[in-house]
């Protein structure tokens, strides 16, 4: 079970009361059985649980990103980008978007969301969402055991998605799992680093194409014979040409 708390607060240039320095626009907290959860939405997940890497990477681009950094911290994982930032309202009920998601925010829920299904089958320890905009800073924060309520009037601009492993898995799996989100990226529309390293976002040697949303690089049979195709700057499957 994940005790989830989220908070947000009121931009700094928001009229206030006569009288009142800050105030909480919404906070909620609850418990999330990540099991039957899984169970419920398990149509939604994705194949590969480390991929949720590549699902985050996507909402990135969906809220408008143009700069994201990966980085491997002690004990975890810590995901950076611009753009727009989440709401309390989509970060405190992150699955509802799978269920009637609408609006132009509905893309990057439904990757968040993918990404967060797919990241509790790796069962970390703790996930904490900080996001400002001009709207003000929510906050969110998930983990097995009760967390401290971080302040939303000190999250910093941008979004800050942070995952920490259990100690065993802590000294290894973050930099497993950047490899794999660099190796992953491409055709994106943000400058993307990992570890402070630019990653290529044009795969040298193919040729790339564009249809119908997707965007995709190929390269001829004397080059190898196959076929990438990318969402939103993540690579969604790799195919080999067919051979007569």
Known sequence: ???????????????LPEGVEAQLVGSGSFRVDAAKMLDKLRRYQLSDPRDFLSAWLRAAAASGATRISLAAVRGGLELRFDGRAFSAAE??????????????????????AYGLLALYRLKPLRISVTSRGEGGGAVMSLGAKAVRQEDADTAPQGTVIRVEFPLWASWWRPFLLAARAR?????????????????ANHPAGWTEFQKSGWRGAYRNRLAGGKVRLYLLGALVEELEEATK
């Open 1 to 15: 079970r994940y005790e989830l708390s989220v908070a947000q607060k009121s931009a700094p240039n928001a009229p």
């Open 91 to 112: 970060l405190s009920q992150p699955y509802q978007v799978l269920v009637d998601g609408a609006g132009k925010d509905a893309a990057r829920g439904r990757h968040f």
């Open 183 to 199: 190796s992953r990226y491409g055709l994106g529309p943000a400058a993307f680093t990992v570890n402070g390293i630019p990653v």
